[in-house]
C-alpha cells in the first residue's frame, strides 16, 4: 500500500506546473490541469484493466492489453471533446 501511495505522489505533474507557469503563464499551467482532467478516464481504465488481467494472465499480456486500452480511451476521449467543443 505504501509503494501504492508513493507511485502516485504527484511530483511529475507538480514539476510540469511549475516549468509550464513559468514558460507561459497561469492560463498554459491551467490548459495543462484541464488536460489531465481530460485524460483521468483513459487511466483509470488503464488501472481497471490491469487489476482485472493480473490475477487471469501474465504480466506482460496484461500491461500490453492495459496500455493498448488507455491509447483507445484516451483517443475517444479527445474526439468527443473535440466534438463539443469545435465551435
Known sequence: LLSAFIATLPTLSI???????????????LSYAKGLLLFTPAWLSYIGLFV????????WK??????????????LTKV????????
Not at 15 to 29: I, K, P, W
Not at 62 to 75: D, M
Not at 80 to 87: D, P, Q, S
Open 52 to 59: 482485472f488481467l493480473l490475477p487471469r494472465t501474465d504480466i
Open 80 to 87: 468527443v471533446y473535440e466534438g463539443f467543443y469545435k465551435g
Open 15 to 29: 514539476v510540469t506546473f511549475v516549468f509550464v507557469y513559468r514558460e507561459g503563464g497561469q492560463e498554459a499551467a
Open 62 to 75: 496484461a500491461l500490453v492489453l492495459s496500455v493498448f486500452l488507455y491509447f483507445f480511451v484516451a483517443f
